[in-house]
């Protein structure tokens, strides 16, 4: 399966320090994007970047595609309270596989 | 901005029970979705629907679970003989064509007792 595993499970941090979590996976892909839940609630998406993308950026979001490692990282740059969140990897080709997920906590 | 809206919020069944979890799409979208979030695990896929016809399925959604899209607008899963295993968080998510994010609803906890 084309599973997306993130690291680490679970990130604490101060609040105005950047976050980076990376995620890994197997096969090929259209894309791979990032979404972000909140405790018990839905899925938000965050971010799409696209299999011939290395880089992209969305306010303080940075995120990087390496097809060769088959690799992406999530970078938050200047975190917030309202940052904390679980924050899950997901590859495309005709449906969405989830990772496992990496748990941030932004301490105020 | 569009949401995808799902119904109920939370639904308590009795095991055995059939229930149906309603969701309405966003109504440009093409493909559809359902997931599921057992508490404390990952997102699984269970099955996408496109052009009236289910067009992937896992090996979770079986004999025991349906969907329908009946009037072109609400998008609905049927567990026909819920078990406790299938307690969960149900997601329902809905796209366009390639290389588009998805659209999730807030989901409906389904808790079987």
């Known amino acids: 399966s084309q599973q997306g595993e993130e690291d680490p499970q679970a990130l604490s941090i101060q609040e105005g320090e950047n976050a980076t979590m990376n995620c890994s996976y197997k096969?090929?892909?259209?894309?791979l994007q990032w979404y972000r839940q909140n405790s018990g609630r839905g899925l938000v998406h965050l971010i799409l970047i696209r299999s011939n993308e290395r880089e992209k950026h969305s306010g303080r979001l940075r995120v990087t595609l390496d097809t060769s490692k088959k690799s992406s990282s999530l970078l938050i740059t200047a975190s917030r309270a309202a940052d904390t969140a679980s924050y899950f990897c997901a590859t495309d080709k005709e449906k969405l596989t989830f990772g496992t997920g990496t748990r941030l906590t932004i301490i105020p | 901005e569009p949401e995808v809206t799902q119904t109920p919020s939370h639904q308590v069944t009795q095991m055995g029970q059939e229930v149906i979890l309603r969701c309405v799409p966003i109504?440009?979208?093409?493909?559809f979705y359902w997931y599921r979030q057992i508490l404390g695990q990952k997102v699984e896929f269970l099955v996408s629907?496109?052009?009236?016809?289910?067009?992937?399925k896992s090996e979770i959604f079986d004999d025991q679970f349906s969907v329908e899209r009946p009037d072109g607008s609400n998008f609905t899963l049927k567990i026909r003989s819920t078990k406790l295993e299938d307690s969960a968080m149900y997601f329902c998510?809905?796209?366009?064509?390639?290389?588009?994010?998805?659209?999730f609803g807030s989901g409906t906890r389904l808790t079987v007792v």
């Open positions: 998510a809905s796209t366009r064509p390639i290389n588009y994010g998805y659209t």
């Open positions: 096969t090929s892909i259209n894309n």
């Open positions: 629907f496109y052009n009236n016809e289910i067009s992937e």
């Open positions: 109504s440009n979208h093409l493909y």
